[in-house]
């Protein structure tokens, strides 16, 4: 089960008291998605993983906790606006504005993460073509941080398969069939290539649903 409480913190922007809920503990039962969402009920507490100053709109993962730059940020006009995009879902737009931080502070690894989870937002919120946004934006600064050596998981090719998840889920087939074709070189551990043969014969299908580890998995066995 998840467990839920509530907790006192001080916004590091605006310097105002808020109570913020966080999750204390919380379970997964079945395969996490390709790119890495995990199953129910750690799949629902998406929201734990944002919070929003109710007041100056700061958005971070710790509201209590800021880094020289972001004050600046967070009163620009990019930032502005897109903390009140009617487009996108509030939980979205609130990671959205939190990926925007992390690019102005060049941390392109996190950047990476909030465009996913604003990706997620938008898909529970059942927004099709704002997801795919968010995913091209997740894909695009995915790569930046490659170039900069900043990675988004430890283990190695993490981050091909979330690229190539990424990049068939918004409809950018032959862009990810480049990127597993130019990795199939390196050396993956057996799940990761099972991965990259499964999101091979997905794109071949046009396939541009989520999709599963287990899938993937299961898939290789059956063959």
Not at 151 to 174: F, M, N, W, Y
Not at 197 to 204: G, N
Request: hydrophobic share 35%; glycine share 4%.
């Amino acid at each position: 089960m998840t467990t839920i409480f509530q907790g006192e913190t001080q916004c590091g922007v605006c310097g105002k008291q808020h109570t913020v809920s966080e999750i204390g503990s919380t379970s997964t039962f079945g395969s996490p998605d390709l790119d890495t969402r995990p199953a129910e009920m750690a799949r629902s507490t998406i929201w734990a993983h944002v919070k929003r100053c109710p007041d100056c709109g700061y958005c971070a993962s710790n509201l209590s906790e800021v880094r020289p730059g972001a004050k600046e940020i967070v009163n620009s006009e990019r930032y502005r606006e897109q903390l009140t995009d009617a487009n996108f879902p509030e939980l979205a737009n609130s990671f959205l504005c939190l990926a925007i931080i992390e690019q102005e502070l060049k941390d392109f690894a996190q950047a990476t993460w909030a465009f996913i989870y604003a990706a997620w937002a938008c898909d529970d919120a059942k927004k099709p073509k704002q997801a795919i946004e968010c995913r091209r934006k997740a894909a695009e600064t995915l790569r930046i941080a490659e170039e900069q050596g900043q990675k988004i998981g430890q283990a190695a090719g993490v981050s091909t398969v979330i690229l190539v998840d990424l990049l068939r889920r918004s409809g950018q087939a032959e862009e990810a069939r480049k990127v597993i074709a130019s990795r199939r070189d390196q050396k993956f551990e057996k799940l990761i290539s099972q991965i990259l043969d499964f999101q091979e014969k997905l794109l071949d299908k046009n396939d541009v649903n989520c999709h599963t580890i287990v899938e993937a998995s299961s898939e290789y066995k059956n063959n």
